[in-house]
C-alpha cells in the first residue's frame, strides 16, 4: 500500500488513465462519425438549404448493377464474348453480394473493368440495330447516373475514372 501513496506512482496512474481516456473519447468520436457516414452511403445526404436529400451512392451502385446486367444481356448473343460475358456476371454478383462498403468498392472497382473489357469487345463486334441502340442507351444511362452522384470521394473517383476512360476508349461506363 505504501506503493500506492508514492508521487511516481500516481504520475503514473494519472498518465494511463489520461492515455486511455483518450483513446476511449476518440473512438467514440470516430465511431459516431462512421455511422453517419454509413447512414449517407445508405440513404444518401441531406441538404438542409435546399431542402432535398440527394440519392445515396448505394442506390447509385444499384443503377450500376443494372446497367452492367443489361451490357450481359447484349453480349450473350455473342459466343466470342462468353468469357468476358461471364467475368461480369460474376463481378455483378460480387457487388450484389457485398455487405460491407469496403467490399461494395472493391468488387464495384472490379465490375468497372470488367465492363470496360466487355463493352471494349462489344464495340468491334457487329451490332443489329436494336443492339446498338441498347447499347447506347445503356452508356447514356450509366452516364447520368454516375453524374446524378457527383458528392462523395468515393463516387467523384468513378466518375474521374469513367470520365477518363470514356475519352480513351468510348467506354460503357
Known amino acids: 500500500m505504501e506503493a500506492l501513496k508514492k508521487r511516481s506512482t500516481a504520475m503514473i496512474i494519472a498518465v494511463i488513465v489520461i492515455i486511455f481516456g483518450t483513446l476511449f473519447g476518440v473512438h467514440r468520436s470516430v465511431g459516431a462519425q462512421t ?4 447512414a449517407m ?4 445526404v441531406f441538404l ?29 448473343h455473342y ?40 463493352y471494349g469487345a462489344l464495340v468491334v463486334q457487329s451490332l443489329t440495330d436494336s443492339e446498338a441502340a ?8 450509366a452516364g447520368t447516373a454516375l453524374r446524378a452522384s457527383s458528392r462523395g470521394a468515393l463516387t467523384m473517383k468513378w ?4 470520365d477518363r476512360n470514356s475519352r480513351r476508349s468510348q467506354s460503357a461506363f
Do not use: W
Not at 455511422?35 to 454509413?38: A, G, L, N
Not at 441498347?134 to 444511362?141: F, P
Open 134 to 141: 441498347a447499347r447506347r442507351k445503356l452508356r447514356r444511362n
Open 41 to 44: 452511403f445508405y440513404n444518401g
Open 79 to 118: 459466343d466470342a464474348l462468353e468469357d468476358k460475358t461471364e467475368s461480369l456476371r460474376q463481378v455483378r454478383i460480387a457487388l450484389l453480394d457485398a455487405e460491407t462498403i469496403p467490399r461494395k468498392y472493391a468488387a464495384n472497382e472490379a465490375m468497372q473493368s470488367a465492363c470496360e473489357a466487355l
Open 48 to 76: 438542409e438549404e435546399e431542402n432535398y436529400t440527394q440519392t445515396s451512392i448505394d442506390s447509385q451502385l444499384n443503377k450500376r448493377e443494372t446497367a452492367a446486367l443489361g451490357l450481359v444481356t447484349v453480349a450473350n
Open 35 to 38: 455511422k453517419k457516414i454509413e
Open 159 to 162: 466518375y474521374r475514372h469513367s
